[in-house]
């Protein structure tokens, strides 16, 4: 129950050898294989601009990050021979076929779209990694982790991958059954939604006017790192979890047996809380 | 207006007023993700009606839940039952909302729900305790499950190699987790409500492994 995991991982200008995540070397996809072509399926589309970008996949990794502002570009890596194509439709909405056949099989797939381009991924299994595109984006995983930064708006359903995401500039909303959620938000007004079933939720940022933060999980535990900059008020609400706040909180309302009432701050934006068995953490985030 | 997903589907479920259905129309004949969006819902409607009819909801279907309820040991998830019970089921999410929000205002109440398509957008008044709408919904929810699990194993011979092995992994790991919270929340409401979430995550999921499934030789 204490396992209290995530480390907020990605975004943040980095070198080009930090940016490659974790995952990538677990699966064997260096940051010499970026550089690589020969033995690559690769395919360009001139664009207009931002586009919005659907892309299936049924196996294979997928990463998706900026590029030149009037293409796309498609690399193909270990795709035994898959022959990459783009379907358009209207001004701006680009589908990648594989084949022919509008879902990906095997290997890892690497797009880069103009900035501000909107995402859409549905993987059944295979990692997910959505880099500084700038748009809103969606992910719909069944199996494999998902990890966004940079987005605007971005909605991630996860069945059993865990789910980061940093630096959205507008409504996060995650949902997973098993895997953990990490979000780290940017700013004080932060409106996030994180939910899972048997996993943790972990948020990392400031939270002040116009912040709005729902961490629900039954079984999983939540942790809250906090910035300086917030003021909030805190509704928390569990079964039989207990609360360590390293924050100091001011207690607000009556205590009850299951039920946490706190401010922060003037407690201006709000953050609620919930689970089931799980414990709630907060800590005050360090510089 | 801006895209609004919530309202789209109560355009294609007939939860609008006419002005407001008139003005979230006017708005996706304009907008290409909406109306992308609105053909897909009307699309998956209309799926789910076929279903329907092929396979009708059971007369009984809100009444004989108490009795269901005590007389069900386990059941097996892959059991294939109506597709179209999924609708039900997001009805009774809808529903639970909408129950507990007119509670805190009134607590005897008695409250109206508008079921989903699947039972015809019929309007029947509700007198069963929370706990018992939630035991219906769950129900359905495992047999929109088992219905899928179901589709996916008759066409999983489409994937090559070790591809379904991540998916399966996955659909154990799932099943597994919905389970053990459901054990976790007894008959606490508010728990249970959560997994029904799960069940719905769960569920959308296999329907979307299924339709990718479909689109692959």
Known sequence: MRKLILPLMLLLPQPASARVPDWWRRVGWSEADAERSDGAEMARLAVRGAVKLRLQALAGDVEVVPGGDKQVTVKLLEGDGTRVSFREEGVDRVELLFDGVPALRCGHLCVEVPRQSAVDVT??????????????????????????????????????????????????????????????????????????????VHWSGSCGSGCRLEARTLSGDVALTVGDKSSFALRFQTHGGEVSDDLKLTVAGPRREGNLMARYGAGDGLIEAQTFSGDLHVSRRQR | MKCNAEKLEALVDGGLSPEEAAEVQTHAAACA??????????????????????????????????????????????????????????????????????????????????????????????????????????????????????????????????????????MEEARRSIAEARRLAGRDVDARVAVLHSYSNYVQSLHTVVSNLEVVR
């Not at chain 2, 279907?61 to 999924?86: K, M, Y």
């Not at chain 2, 008695?110 to 019929?122: C, F, G, H, N």
């Open chain 1, 123 to 200: 993987s059944a299994s295979g990692n997910v990694a959505l880099s500084g595109v700038g748009g809103d984006v969606r992910v719909r995983s069944t199996s494999g982790e998902v990890h966004i930064a940079g987005a605007a708006a971005a909605e991630v359903r996860s069945v059993s991958g865990s789910v980061a995401v940093a630096g959205a500039g507008g409504e996060v909303r995650v949902e997973t059954v098993s895997g953990d959620v990490s979000v780290a938000t940017l700013g004080t007004g932060a409106r996030v939604a994180a939910s899972t079933t048997s996993g943790d």
């Open chain 2, 33 to 170: 993700d909406c109306g992308e969006e609105l053909r897909w819902l009307r699309s998956e409607r209309e799926l789910m009606r076929r279903r329907a009819a092929r396979d009708p909801l059971p007369a009984d279907l809100w009444s004989g839940v108490e009795a269901r309820l005590h007389a069900t040991p386990a059941r097996s998830w892959a059991r294939p039952l109506g597709f179209s019970t999924a609708v039900a089921a997001a009805a009774v999410l809808a529903f639970l909302g909408g129950r507990h929000a007119a509670e805190r205002a009134n607590p005897r109440a008695p409250v109206e729900v508008t079921q989903a398509p699947a039972a015809r957008y019929r309007t029947v008044s509700m007198s069963t305790t929370d706990n018992d709408v939630i035991d219906q919904a769950e129900e359905e929810w495992r047999r929109a499950a088992g219905e899928l699990e179901g589709l996916y194993f008759k066409e999983r011979g489409r994937l090559r190699g070790r591809e379904a092995e991540p998916i399966e992994e996955a």
